[in-house]
């Protein structure tokens, strides 16, 4: 994988339903991934950054784990709320100071 | 603590001419980058700026893009002159040290149209 690439690219789910994206990135120049939500007319806003094998973050009713070897990181959200409705980016940043995005994966929530 | 601040909100212009985003970061960031944002793409690096001393500019089409940021505070991004495949969201973003795992903190971003 020579850039990030984010999966699916939409998603539409029922509120209360849980919800997964994948984001793939190289990872022999891995340096640290970044997970952002983008709601619409508002600044992306910082949920994670993750920089070792295994690890796992969590935040309210989102986590997120990553895989350095493989070069992937799943974003999970429990019991979607509409307010969740967003776009989800991920970056890698590369040497250490060089953010790549993905292309983002869009999520709305119906009620 | 206050975000970091963009202007426009959005601009409409026609192409072949001239239009200039404004952008003011958190307070005590060392670092400032613009990015765009191409409709069903990623957000892409234009500039990284330290201090007011540009560390990357590698993605700038520097025929028609300028940018500067005087005293190392604030920071301007022109386009002279826009084409049309310049409709995009414009990205601020802002940093401590631009380094390591330092989180960015974005503006609210300008949506540019040019017809």
């Known amino acids: 994988i020579l850039n990030v690439e984010q999966s699916p690219q939409s998603l539409h789910v029922q509120e209360g339903d849980s919800t997964n994206f994948t984001c793939s990135f190289p990872s022999s120049n891995f340096y640290a991934l970044h997970w952002y939500r983008w709601e619409t007319a508002k600044s992306p806003e910082a949920l994670f950054v993750m920089t070792l094998n295994g690890d796992e973050k969590k935040k309210g009713r989102i986590s997120a784990t990553l895989n350095t070897k493989e070069g992937y990181s799943y974003l999970y959200i429990k019991g979607s709320q509409p307010e969740d409705s967003a776009t989800y980016l991920c970056a890698n940043m590369e040497y250490g100071n060089k953010l790549v995005f993905g292309a983002g994966t869009i999520l709305r929530v119906k009620s | 603590e206050a975000g970091v601040a963009q202007s426009p909100r959005y601009k409409i212009i026609e192409k072949r001419q001239s239009v200039a985003f404004w952008c003011n970061p958190i307070s005590g960031h060392a670092t400032l980058y613009w990015y765009q944002q191409i409709l069903g793409q990623g957000p892409k690096l234009l500039i990284q700026f330290q201090n007011n001393g540009v560390v990357d500019d590698s993605q700038l089409p520097k025929d028609r893009f300028s940018a500067e940021r005087l005293k190392g505070v604030d920071s301007t991004l022109k386009i002279q002159p826009a084409k049309l495949e310049d409709s995009a969201v414009y990205l601020c973003?802002?940093?401590?040290w631009g380094q390591g795992t330092d989180t960015q903190y974005f503006g609210p971003g300008t949506r540019l149209t040019v017809l």
């Open positions: 973003a802002s940093s401590h």
